[in-house]
């Protein structure tokens, strides 16, 4: 059975940081690509970033290029958002997904498997 558990969420002030976790078992993150989305309050999911199998390649939303990084832990089976600079904008409900196939890492359609999400309040 396949499980992905996003943490680290929380409430914090307009410049800070957080990192969120995506512990998963059930499948290798090095035979997956991993993505994060997010989804503000009203509004739908987004696409924040991804990484490729390997690691060596990130991709990120115009809206967080510059202060989110995306990283994974191949031997923990982790998958890491690093979020720096914080602004209000960012509050949202964050998701950790996991893309098999040839499908668009930017898309949600196309991930085979969701977490539940971890809550980000940023305070202004």
Do not use: H
Not at 54 to 75: L, P, Q
Not at 99 to 112: E, K, R, V, W
């Amino acid at each position: 059975q396949v499980q992905l558990v996003e943490s680290g969420g929380g409430l914090v002030q307009a410049g800070g940081s957080l990192r969120l976790s995506c512990a998963v078992s059930g499948l290798r993150v090095n035979t997956y690509r991993m993505g994060w989305f997010r989804q503000p309050p009203g509004k739908e999911r987004e696409f924040v970033g991804g990484i490729n199998w390997s690691g060596k390649y990130t991709y990120y939303a115009d809206s967080v290029k510059g202060r989110f990084t995306i990283s994974k832990d191949n031997a923990k089976n982790l998958v890491y958002l690093q979020m720096n600079s914080l602004k209000p904008e960012d509050t949202a409900t964050y998701y950790c997904g996991a893309l098999f196939n040839y499908g668009n890492i930017s898309t949600m359609a196309a991930y085979d498997y969701w977490g539940q999400g971890t809550q980000v309040t940023v305070s202004s």
